[in-house]
């Protein structure tokens, strides 16, 4: 019989996923369930979706690790009272490690650094006598043959609530959420905030966002001058693009030197991130790039979505103590039906990609993490700027500044860029060649840098499509952008996808290999 283990986070973001022995075998997000964005609260569809998924009944399950705050809310202890193995875990951080731990090869020696806004607080994680509220601000874990140790700990305190944009502690997370309330009014929004960074510039009026003082991140001045300015802080303004310039840089400053810190100490120069500010591309393709680095780690799934996988994985090491590779696929969602490929089905794809079309892909299992990865993707034409403007005003409904990821066959990388990219997953920002920002403008956003998706599976339609769009064209990239509405999640199901067409107004959708029109 397999040993099957279910991890369960309720926290934001909430998602549960199933480790069948070494292997994941699926993992959802709460939101593509419910269809509330960031959806929190104790996942029980993600549980039964899993079980369904598998075709197993509560009994089967060896354990169920559940991942909660100290404060949950939205809980529903009866429910797994059904399982004959529950254990509840508050470790944060060190789930972070974990799920970042999948994509680490068990022979190599890595320094996992984990950064967000806040992790858990010490008595969770059996530290005595720390104080009241204080939290993990950043922890630095090593790895090595599927071991992970604890090198480094920072704790902060916590202010809940306490500012005109609200809580507030001292972390990267929390400035960039600051800055997120304060020009969108979401603290979600760190995404935009740092698209937004390339617009702005050195303002002498913003004080510096890093503190002099070698015991504070956080400048007290630049929060003294968030504290003076009127909220909101509308986005085409000076102010607030020089605001996101000046927190995007701070970041970036501040992960190279503690970047270069870790590796002068510990002689490690291979290095994970985990946490929600590693979904920072443009920050991530910095610290790619730099001479001291031998390889930069990324999970899909950084943020908080992630600690369902991490605690999972977790309990493989520690409770079962199984050190095997873990094995995995960014599709980790049910598969609703076998995909069927018919090759004139992707010719009439790219037909009307060339005619100037936004085509949707469902295919296979949907994607864990917030990268739609051309499982429930909608693709289009990336030498045409006229693409980017109706996909953001007319498709997504959202703020024109905004930039696409785009896909390319790994073969044709090296084309567009010199750059190192650490991650196939659209988690990494690099620098476009010249020649490749004149042919898409699509996809070069203002800082002449571009995310990108690299695909090898030949047997995807993702890779058909761009083998016969290049032979057809001679371009080697599309637009690749999630499939979803303004606020909405990712789709999930089949009846997700086509309402959510209709919704936007796209006409086309290959499903699971067969075109169908709307």
Same mark, same amino acid.
């Given at each position: 019989?397999?040993?099957?283990?279910?991890?369960?986070?309720?926290?934001?973001?909430?998602?549960?996923?199933?480790?069948?022995?070494?292997?994941?075998?699926?993992?959802?997000?709460?939101?593509?369930?419910?269809?509330?964005?960031?959806?929190?609260?104790?996942?029980?569809?993600?549980?039964?979706?899993?079980?369904?998924?598998?075709?197993?009944?509560?009994?089967?399950?060896?354990?169920?690790?559940?991942?909660?705050?100290?404060?949950?809310?939205?809980?529903?202890?009866?429910?797994?009272?059904?399982?004959?193995?529950?254990?509840?875990?508050?470790?944060?951080?060190?789930?972070?490690?974990?799920?970042?731990?999948?994509?680490?090869?068990?022979?190599?020696?890595?320094?996992?650094?984990?950064?967000?806004?806040?992790?858990?607080? $010490?008595?969770?994680?059996?530290?005595?006598?720390?104080?009241?509220?204080?939290?993990?601000?950043?922890?630095?874990?090593?790895?090595?043959?599927?071991?992970?140790?604890?090198?480094?700990?920072?704790?902060?305190?916590?202010?809940?609530?306490?500012?005109?944009?609200?809580?507030?502690?001292?972390?990267?997370?929390?400035?960039?959420?600051?800055?997120?309330?304060?020009?969108?009014?979401?603290?979600?929004?760190?995404?935009?905030?740092?698209?937004?960074?390339?617009?702005?510039?050195?303002?002498?009026?913003?004080?510096?966002?890093?503190?002099?003082?070698?015991?504070?991140?956080?400048?007290?001045?630049?929060?003294?001058?968030?504290?003076?300015?009127?909220?909101?802080?509308?986005?085409?303004?000076?102010?607030?693009?020089?605001?996101?310039?000046?927190?995007?840089?701070?970041?970036?400053?501040?992960?190279?030197?503690?970047?270069?810190?870790?590796?002068?100490?510990?002689?490690?120069?291979?290095?994970?991130?985990?946490?929600?500010?590693?979904?920072?591309?443009?920050?991530?393709?910095?610290?790619?790039?730099?001479?001291?680095?031998?390889?930069?780690?990324?999970?899909?799934?950084?943020?908080?979505?992630?600690?369902?996988?991490?605690?999972?994985?977790?309990?493989?090491?520690?409770?079962?103590?199984?050190?095997?590779?873990?094995?995995?696929?960014?599709?980790?969602?049910?598969?609703?039906?076998?995909?069927?490929?018919?090759?004139?089905?992707?010719?009439?794809?790219?037909?009307?990609?060339?005619?100037?079309?936004?085509?949707?892909?469902?295919?296979?299992?949907?994607?864990?993490? $917030?990268?739609?990865?051309?499982?429930?993707?909608?693709?289009?034409?990336?030498?045409?700027?006229?693409?980017?403007?109706?996909?953001?005003?007319?498709?997504?409904?959202?703020?024109?500044?905004?930039?696409?990821?785009?896909?390319?066959?790994?073969?044709?990388?090296?084309?567009?860029?010199?750059?190192?990219?650490?991650?196939?997953?659209?988690?990494?920002?690099?620098?476009?060649?010249?020649?490749?920002?004149?042919?898409?403008?699509?996809?070069?956003?203002?800082?002449?840098?571009?995310?990108?998706?690299?695909?090898?599976?030949?047997?995807?339609?993702?890779?058909?499509?761009?083998?016969?769009?290049?032979?057809?064209?001679?371009?080697?990239?599309?637009?690749?952008?999630?499939?979803?509405?303004?606020?909405?999640?990712?789709?999930?199901?089949?009846?997700?996808?086509?309402?959510?067409?209709?919704?936007?107004?796209?006409?086309?959708?290959?499903?699971?290999?067969?075109?169908?029109?709307?």
């Amino acid at each position: 019989m397999p040993r099957y283990i279910i991890g369960v986070h309720s926290g934001h973001d909430a998602s549960a996923c199933l480790l069948r022995d070494n292997k994941i075998a699926f993992a959802i997000e709460k939101e593509r369930l419910t269809r509330k964005k960031h959806d929190f609260g104790d996942p029980i569809e993600c549980v039964d979706y899993l079980l369904a998924s598998e075709g197993i009944l509560p009994r089967q399950i060896d354990l169920v690790v559940r991942n909660n705050w100290f404060d949950a809310v939205s809980l529903n202890d009866e429910y797994y009272l059904k399982f004959p193995n529950v254990v509840v875990n508050k470790n944060h951080h060190l789930f972070h490690a974990y799920a970042n731990s999948l994509m680490i090869p068990p022979d190599e020696d890595v320094l996992i650094w984990v950064i967000d806004g806040r992790g858990c607080r $010490p008595e969770d994680i059996g530290y005595k006598n720390y104080g009241k509220n204080l939290f993990e601000a950043e922890s630095i874990y090593r790895i090595k043959g599927n071991h992970i140790e604890s090198l480094e700990k920072r704790f902060a305190i916590h202010y809940p609530k306490a500012f005109p944009w609200g809580s507030h502690m001292d972390t990267m997370g929390y400035a960039f959420a600051a800055i997120s309330k304060i020009v969108f009014s979401d603290v979600n929004a760190a995404g935009k905030i740092m698209a937004l960074a390339s617009f702005g510039k050195y303002n002498p009026i913003i004080p510096s966002v890093l503190s002099k003082d070698r015991d504070v991140l956080i400048s007290k001045q630049w929060i003294q001058f968030l504290q003076s300015l009127e909220l909101p802080q509308e986005w085409g303004t000076e102010m607030a693009q020089d605001l996101s310039y000046s927190i995007q840089y701070a970041l970036e400053t501040y992960s190279i030197n503690r970047i270069h810190t870790l590796i002068k100490k510990y002689s490690i120069r291979k290095i994970g991130i985990s946490g929600g500010i590693a979904l920072n591309c443009k920050n991530n393709g910095r610290i790619a790039n730099l001479k001291d680095v031998e390889k930069l780690y990324l999970f899909p799934a950084s943020g908080d979505d992630g600690l369902s996988i991490g605690g999972a994985v977790w309990a493989m090491r520690s409770v079962f103590k199984d050190y095997a590779p873990v094995e995995w696929h960014y599709g980790l969602g049910r598969q609703y039906a076998k995909t069927l490929f018919f090759n004139r089905d992707a010719e009439k794809v790219v037909e009307f990609l060339i005619k100037g079309a936004v085509v949707g892909i469902f295919e296979g299992g949907s994607e864990f993490g $917030p990268r739609a990865l051309c499982h429930r993707s909608l693709i289009a034409r990336a030498d045409d700027i006229k693409l980017k403007i109706i996909l953001n005003e007319k498709v997504k409904q959202r703020e024109i500044f905004r930039p696409f990821g785009g896909i390319i066959l790994r073969k044709n990388l090296s084309c567009v860029t010199r750059d190192i990219l650490p991650s196939d997953y659209m988690l990494s920002a690099v620098r476009m060649n010249d020649e490749s920002s004149k042919q898409y403008p699509a996809l070069i956003h203002k800082d002449n840098t571009v995310r990108l998706q690299v695909i090898e599976d030949e047997q995807s339609s993702a890779y058909k499509i761009l083998d016969l769009y290049e032979k057809r064209t001679g371009k080697m990239m599309l637009i690749n952008t999630s499939f979803n509405g303004r606020g909405e999640p990712i789709v999930e199901t089949v009846d997700d996808t086509l309402n959510c067409a209709k919704r936007i107004g796209v006409r086309y959708i290959l499903i699971n290999g067969h075109l169908v029109f709307q």
